[in-house]
Structure formats: C-alpha cells, structure tokens
C-alpha cells in the first residue's frame, strides 16, 4: 500500500502538485495520466526516493519492495539470462528459479539462442525489453512502469497485457496507449490543475466526468457572475437612498459572503504544423543496394534494398523490433555509412528526422530556447521564442533548462528544432 498525503513541488514559478494526497490500495492497478510536462515522471521520481517534494509525506510500509522500468540501461553479467536472473527474489529454500526468468524473456520475444548473448550486443529495443524483464522478475509489491510498450512488438504486447492482468500486488503505469492501459488497470488517477483524482474504472469515464465537472463550474460561474453584477448595480443604484439603506446593506454583506468563482485556466494544447520547403521534381530520395550490418562477419540487418520516395509518399515501415527499422531511417537520415550500396537524395530535399534517441542529444545544460535558437544561429530571438510557444514553453518556461524537462517536454523541444527549417521529406521513427 502506497499513501501520498498533501505533497506539493515546484520548479521556480510552475507548480506540479499543490497539496495532493492519494492512496493505492492492496492489489490496485492504476493507470496515470495527464498531460506532458505535468508531473507523471516527476512523481515517479519522488516515490522511489529519487526527487524530494517540497512538502508533504510518500509512505510505505516497511518491507515494502518497489519495481521501477529504468529507462537507463545499465547490465554487469554476461550474458542475457545471468542479468535477468540478478533479480530474482531471495529464495531461503535455494530453488533455481530461472524459469521464471526464461517464461518473462520468452513472453517478451526473446529466444533461446538470445540467452547466451551479450547484453550489450542486444538492440536498443531489446536492452529495454531486459530491464522490463528483469522488474518483473523481481515481483515487487509496486510495480511503476513508465511507457513499457516503447519497444514492443504486437506479439510482446499481448502477452504483457496477459500477465499484468494477473499481476497480484500493486502497479501504477504510465502510457499514452489508453486502450491497453484500460485492458490491465483496476482504477484510473489523473494529474490536473496541480491536483490529482483517482476512480475506479477506465480512462474515459475519467476524463468524462472531469469535462463533466467543469462544464458544470462554468456554467455556475457564469450564472454567480450574472447575480453578482445585478447585485452591485442594486447597491450603486440605491447606496444614496436612506430608505433603501437596510436592503443595500443586506445585499453588501451577502455579496462579501459569496465566495467569487474564478474562471478555470485554458489549458493549452499542442498545435503545430512542420514548415514545408517546396519540392518540385518528381523524386526526393533514391535507394540503391542498400546493404548494412554492424559487424563484416555477422548477419546484415539490410541487404540489398532498394527503392524511391516520391513527392507525397506516406510510407511507414514496420517490422518486429531489432529487424533494422530506427537503422534504416539513421541510413536514410545519413547519421550511419551502409556497409553497401547507396542513398541519393535531390539536390532539393530538405529531410526534419525526429529519431528515436535523438532527445539524447539535447544538452542538458542548455535552455529549451537555447537549444531551438541552436538549431538555426541566423533566427532571431523573437522567432524561436514563437516556436517554443507553440511548444508550449511560454514566458520563462522557454528558459527552462533541458535537465529538469520530462521526457514529453523533451521531445517538444526537439519538434522544435524540427520547425526551424523548412522540410520537404519528414522522417518520424
């Protein structure tokens, strides 16, 4: 059981949570929502210890075991099933208890032959799915899992469902997949207005009585607001009149004590469109034998593929992960050599690569606005600070540093970067 009582955090003048309390109850399943930038991970953070609130208590019962999906890949054995065996619970009997460790990588998409391997030499994809492998095998008390179908195939998926279902002790997950974060969770808590609101049931009864609720509020503000203008109209009419003086005065102290509803904050939301360069020839990319492997001796990940994009092709490739999907668009993005063949492009295109780990690349030291003005030196300060609004970093939140951004927020920045120059071939991996 997990009791958070009054908490509040803020960075400089935004406010995350103002005296927010919650509790998970034995064998709960929460889903947690809210928009980017709104607290989600910051709260993670504060119940494994990892970010202190600045008021407030998160409590625990002694013994009790939390299990975090670390998006930091860290492994010390050598091989595949040793690391997901580390975290196994402690066992008096000294059972082998690797088949537990085998059914949970088996269930996420490893095979046998992928026991034996480095975890090093695994995708990018694939050293996610170990940590995930190995929080599950550790069978905490919580589970906090922070968007575990990232790099997840539709197989791997399914079987996650299946197994959080029967998840016996407690969870609370992040996902902006709301249909599977419906399929495995019991309740539902939501991070809004600084506050938080937990129901048992999906998301969409959530937010249908949160709109329900302020749809409500308005319509009582709007109406409070209309009395108390005929109201003071009745006082500024009458306040010179002895004979009404009783009733003035009746009204004044009726007035003082109806508390004014104050109109609720737009909050705002994402709106953008990516800047077209024009493109008037017929084909923006050329693909020719492309081959790549990333040793000589081992298997190539592309072999001797080739084809065009054309003006106004939508293509999306798909593929299970570590098949070379995120390699092909670094290729195409010419951040990696092919070991074969050749990408041409128009003298004329102008690609915007929003890449899988480029957020990684986002200094940590620099400002949101910093790092958009980066993006093109010659912009004025005036027109990144209008890229950063309409990534929602308005006034002084344009100067907030990278280190202290979401992952959401981060990824605004970088969308960011994209809209600086105009671009006639997008690539979104």
Known sequence: MLQVTNIEKSYGKQTLFDGVGFTVNPRERVGLVGRNGHGKSTLFRMILGEEHQDAGTITTPSGYTIGHLSQHIHFTEDTVIKEACLALPPNEDHIDETYKAEAILHGLGFINADFDRHPSSLSGGYQVRLNLAKVLVSEPNLLLLDEPTNYLDIVSVRWLTQFLRAWRNEMIIITHDREFMDSVTTHTMIIHRCKMRKVAGSTSKLYDQILLEEEIYEKTRQNDDKKRKEVEQFINRFRAQATKASAVQSRVKALARHEKLDKLEEIRSLDFKFRSAPFEAKWLMSVEELSFGFSKDGPKLIDGLSFGVGKKDRIAVIGKNGKGKTTLLNLLAKEMAPTGGEVRLHPNTKIAYFGQTNINRLRPEKTALQEI?????????????????????????????????????????????????????????
């Open 373 to 429: 003005m980066d993006a093109h030196p010659d912009n004025a300060q005036g027109e990144s600070r209008a890229i950063c609004g309409l990534m929602m970093f308005e006034g002084d939140n344009a100067l907030k540093k990278v280190s202290v951004l979401s992952g959401g927020e981060k990824s605004r920045v970088l969308l960011g970067k994209l809209l600086v120059s105009p671009a006639n071939l997008l690539m979104l991996d």
